[in-house]
C-alpha cells in the first residue's frame, strides 16, 4: 500500500533546529516533485520548500536561509533541516509527493517552537 511516513517534528526552543523526514514506500514510483507544506489552526496550508527531481529548490521567503530541503532519490525520501527556529513556524508540516500517477500527503508532524 502507499503511503508517506513522516518523522522527526517535535518540541524545539526559539534558535533551535529540527530535520523532518518522509519516505515514500509502497507502490509509488515515477515521483517528480516532494514538497513540504505546514498549516496552523485556522490558515491555508501553505509551501514552505519544494525541491523537483533534479535538484531544484524553490522556498517561501519567509525560511529563506534557514531551511534547505533535500532528497534521496533512491530511497524515495526527502528531508528538510530547520535553523534558527522562530515562534511563528509553529505549525503541522506535511510532506506532499507527486508521482506519474498521483499525488500523495503525508499524515503531518507537529512542529512547536516555544519562544
Known amino acids: 500500500q502507499a503511503q508517506l511516513v513522516e518523522s522527526g517534528g517535535g518540541l524545539v526552543q526559539a534558535g533551535g533546529s529540527l530535520r523532518l523526514s518522509c519516505a515514500a514506500s509502497g507502490s509509488i514510483f515515477s515521483i517528480s516533485s516532494m514538497d513540504w507544506y505546514r498549516q496552523v489552526p485556522g490558515k491555508q496550508r501553505e509551501l514552505v520548500a519544494a525541491?523537483?527531481?533534479?535538484?531544484?529548490?524553490n522556498y517561501a521567503d519567509s525560511v529563506k536561509g534557514r531551511f534547505t530541503i533535500s532528497r534521496d532519490n533512491a530511497k524515495n525520501t526527502v528531508y528538510l533541516q530547520m535553523n534558527s527556529l522562530k515562534s511563528e513556524d509553529t505549525a503541522v508540516y506535511y510532506c506532499y509527493v507527486q508521482s506519474l500517477a498521483r499525488s500523495y500527503w503525508g499524515q503531518g508532524t507537529q512542529v512547536t517552537v516555544s519562544s
Open positions: 525541491i523537483t527531481r533534479g535538484g531544484s529548490t
